[in-house]
C-alpha cells in the first residue's frame, strides 16, 4: 500500500466489517445470555448473513494488512493470540450449530435457551472481545526493529 | 491556535494524569482496548437496531429490540470515559482536529436519529401499528451516522496537524 490514505482506508473497512460482526454475533450472545428477552432468535438468526459479510469485509482488510508488513504481524504475539481466539471462536459456533442452536432458537421469546446454549454465547462472546482486544494491541508488540521510525 | 487555547491545553499535557497517560505503556492501551469495546457495543447494537427496523430481522415484536439500548448505553459509557482518559493524553490532538468534531457531530446525529426511532417506531410497534413512513428512512441515516462515527475516529490518526502543544 504505497498510498497514504490507502492504510486508514482499509483500518475502516477492517472496523466496519468487525462492528457488522461483533453487533450481530454479540447482541446473539447477550440474547443467548437473557438479554433483551422477548427478542426471538430467530429474529436475530437472520442478522447472521450480516455478520458473516462483516466478517468477510474484516478477513479481506485484514489479509491487506498482512501482505504489506507480514512481519509486523507473523512474529506478533498479540496477533498471533488474536488468530487463536478467532479459531476457538470458529470452532465454538461451529459446535453450537452442530449441537444446540436448533433448540436454542426454538425457545420461547421470553425464556433463557438452555445451559449449554448459555455456555456457547459466554465462549462466543469472550472470545470476539479477546479478538478486540488483542487487534488494540497490535501496535504494543510489533517487532523491534518497528520501533525506531529513524534506523 | 490562540494563546489561551494553547495554554488550555499545555496546563492538560503538562498534568499528572496526562503525563501518565502518554509516558506510561498500558493505561493507554488499556484505554484503547475500552474505547473498541464501547465502541463496538454501540455501534454494533446501533446497526442491528436500525436493520431491524429496516425489516432484516422480521421480529414480531420490533420494540423488543429496545432491550439491547441497555447494552449500547453501557458500551457507550466505556467510549466516553475511555475516550476522556484519551483525550487527556493527547489533547491538542483530538481538539485541534476537525475530523474529532465530524466524529462527534456524527455520533449526535445518530443518537438523535436512534431515540427518534424508539420514540415513533417501537411505540408503534408494542401498540401493533404500522410503522411511521419516515421509519425507514431514518434507520438508514442512522446507518450512514454509525459508520461515520467509525471513520471518523480511524481518520484520526492520519489526520491530525498537532500532536502536542507542549515542550
Redo the contacts between chains.
Keep these: 500500500m504505497g498510498w ?2 490507502g ?2 482506508i482499509i ?2 473497512v477492517h ?2 466489517g ?3 460482526l ?3 454475533v ?2 446473539y450472545d ?1 440474547r443467548m445470555l437473557g ?6 432468535l430467530s ?2 438468526q ?2 447472521i448473513p ?1 455478520g458473516l459479510a462483516g466478517f468477510a469485509l474484516s478477513v479481506c482488510s485484514g489479509l491487506m494488512f498482512i501482505v504489506t508488513m507480514p512481519d509486523q504481524y507473523l512474529y506478533n504475539p498479540a496477533f498471533q493470540i488474536k488468530m487463536g481466539l478467532l479459531a476457538v471462536a470458529g470452532l465454538n459456533v461451529s459446535l453450537f450449530y452442530g449441537t444446540t442452536a436448533q433448540r436454542a432458537i426454538a425457545t420461547a ?1 421470553q425464556a433463557l435457551p438452555p445451559l449449554r446454549a448459555r455456555v456457547f454465547g459466554a465462549v462466543s462472546l469472550s472470545c470476539w ?1 479477546g479478538v ?2 488483542c ?3 497490535i501496535t ?1 508488540y510489533r517487532p523491534s526493529w518497528h520501533w525506531c521510525a529513524w534506523c | 491556535m490562540t494563546t489561551a487555547m494553547h495554554a488550555f491545553f499545555v496546563a492538560i499535557e503538562q498534568s499528572g494524569a496526562s503525563v501518565w497517560m502518554r509516558e506510561e ?1 498500558s493505561p493507554y ?1 488499556v484505554a ?2 475500552f474505547h ?2 464501547g ?3 454501540l ?6 437496531v436500525c ?2 427496523v429496516l425489516g ?6 420490533l420494540h ?5 439500548f ?2 449500547m448505553k453501557l458500551g457507550a459509557l466505556s467510549a466516553v470515559l475511555s475516550g476522556v482518559a484519551l483525550l487527556l493524553g493527547y489533547p491538542a490532538k483530538a481538539l485541534t482536529n476537525p475530523v474529532f468534531a465530524l466524529k462527534l457531530a456524527c455520533l449526535l446525529c445518530a443518537v438523535v436519529a436512534m431515540r427518534w426511532l424508539a420514540r415513533h417506531c417501537f411505540t408503534a410497534a408494542a401498540q401493533g401499528l404500522p410503522l411511521p413512513a419516515a421509519s425507514r428512512r431514518v434507520a438508514v441515516l442512522a446507518l450512514l451516522f ?2 461515520g462515527v ?2 471518523a ?3 484520526l ?2 489526520s491530525n496537524s498537532v500532536l502536542l502543544v507542549g515542550p
Design positions: 497514504y490514505w492504510w486508514p483500518e475502516i472496523f466496519t468487525l462492528c457488522l461483533f453487533g450481530t454479540a447482541l447477550l438479554v433483551a428477552r422477548g427478542v426471538a429474529s436475530l437472520r442478522l450480516v421469546d472481545l478486540i482486544a487487534g488494540r494491541v504494543l | 505503556t492501551f484503547l482496548i473498541a469495546w465502541m463496538a457495543l455501534v454494533g447494537g446501533g446497526l442491528v436493520l431491524a432484516l430481522a422480521r421480529s414480531k415484536s423488543r429490540f429496545a432491550g439491547f441497555v447494552v454509525w459508520w467509525v471513520a475516529g480511524k481518520l490518526l492520519y
